[in-house]
Nanobody, 128 residues
């Protein structure tokens, strides 16, 4: 079982920054691709970013490109999401997720179905 715990959410003004962190359990963490998703009230869960096992490859939703940065520290079993230039539309619960399936290429990194384990989420609220 993989356990994920997000932290770092909060209330910020538009244009501000916030850094989310996801702490993962398990000694095989370094073999997993990891992702961040978000979900606003009344909306479906939305892909935000993905990072491969080594941290050498990342993928972002168009809505956050240039503003958000995903990173990982395999020695600490953590994945972070640095969020800059925040907008009110970024308001959502943010979830960390793990993709534990071994594969060379993921067909659609945005797809929720790729991820096997999820954290409980952390609230991010951006005021205008």
């Amino acid at each position: 079982q993989v356990q994920l715990v997000e932290s770092g959410g909060g209330l910020v003004q538009a244009g501000g920054s916030l850094r989310l962190s996801c702490a993962a359990s398990g000694r095989t963490f370094s073999t997993y691709a990891m992702g961040w998703f978000r979900q606003a009230p009344g909306k479906e869960r939305e892909f935000v970013a993905r990072i491969n096992w080594s941290g050498g490859s990342t993928y972002y939703a168009d809505s956050v490109k240039g503003r958000f940065t995903i990173s990982r520290d395999n020695a600490k079993n953590t994945v972070d999401l640095q969020m800059n230039s925040l907008k009110p539309d970024d308001t959502a619960v943010y979830y960390c997720a793990a993709d534990t399936v071994r594969r060379a290429v993921v067909a659609d990194p945005r797809a929720v179905k790729n991820y096997d384990y999820w954290g409980q989420g952390t609230q991010v609220t951006v005021s205008s």
